[in-house]
């Protein structure tokens, strides 16, 4: 007599949780699901449900060793258990699941809790059922087993995975009947899918941490050679920058103003086109490993720091470096 039939001889409802009966997994390992056969057949005796057994093994052999309802199954893979599963369970709603603690099985465990907003207890070493509350208190290990903790579960359904030789082999009741009920196989998601490209556009490496840097100052250039430097920055790869003078004509921002008053670089390569090299601007570049200096004046201090020094209008000398690239 199944609920239905008790509801109908009775003439009313009658309220239960939407969560019932207790289900061992069977995921290949048919002997050491055997055992857990037994303690749920204990447990569901003393809660009134039925036991429900999901696996490979020979429905007759699981009935006799304890399960009310068969539902055959034999899952390849964990993929494809988790999907298969998790269908049967979301119209199911199983109180307690039960499953062998192996790899498979606690990935398996876990990723059923996760999809179903349960809760999961791995490598359990012993059961306790406190029927009153209607949880199970698992023991199990903590901290790699230097120390075993008691837990229960309150989120259902409660899964737990149970090591191996903690419960012994039940007695076969060749006289049992049960149900077999078979269940419908759901193909696994695919572990990725294709959202099309993203609308990201990374960010441009900073001033600071520029390996290459092509800057700009007010000496021999215009506004048409600002243009070139920018476009040769680009065919390097390299950031576009300026001195203060740079700045003050309109040509860099703020950000973009190389030395102390600005920001110190450290560059691979740095161009330095028509800027004299005061001080400052000298010290905020020191960390420079090669320098190519530019500039119309001899005496201009950046060619003291040059490890390749250009005499001459930049707007003669840019463009030609420009057409060497």
Known sequence: MNLNDLQALMGEAIEIDEYR??????????????????????????????????????????????????????????????????????????EFVFLAADETGNEVAARLAGRLHGGVVLNCIALRLDEAAREVVASHPVYDGAHYLDSAVTAK??????????????????????EVE???????????RDTGPAAHTPPATPLHKAARVVAVGRGGNDAA???VARLLAAKLGAHFAGDRSAFDSG????????????????PDVYIAAGIWGDTLHRAGTEGAKFVVAIHPDASAPIFNAADAAVVGQPKDVLPRLLALL
């Open 182 to 192: 078979p269940v419908a196989a759901s193909e696994p998601e695919h572990p990725s």
């Open 225 to 227: 050679t600002v243009e």
């Open 251 to 266: 040509w860099i921002g703020k950000e973009d103003i190389v030395g102390v008053i600005g920001t110190e670089i450290a």
């Open 157 to 178: 359904p409660q899964i737990f995975t149970v090591r191996p030789e903690i419960f012994p082999m039940p007695a076969r009741d060749s006289g049992r009947t049960g």
């Open 21 to 94: 009966d207790l289900w061992v997994v069977d995921l290949g390992n048919t002997a050491r699901a055997a055992p857990l056969l037994g303690e749920a057949r204990r447990m569901a005796d003393s809660l009134g449900a039925y036991l429900h057994y999901v696996g490979p093994a020979d429905s007759g052999e699981a009935i006799a060793l304890g399960a009310d309802r068969v539902h055959p199954l034999a899952a390849a893979g964990a993929d494809a258990a988790v999907a298969t599963l998790a269908a049967l369970f979301a119209n199911a709603k199983p």
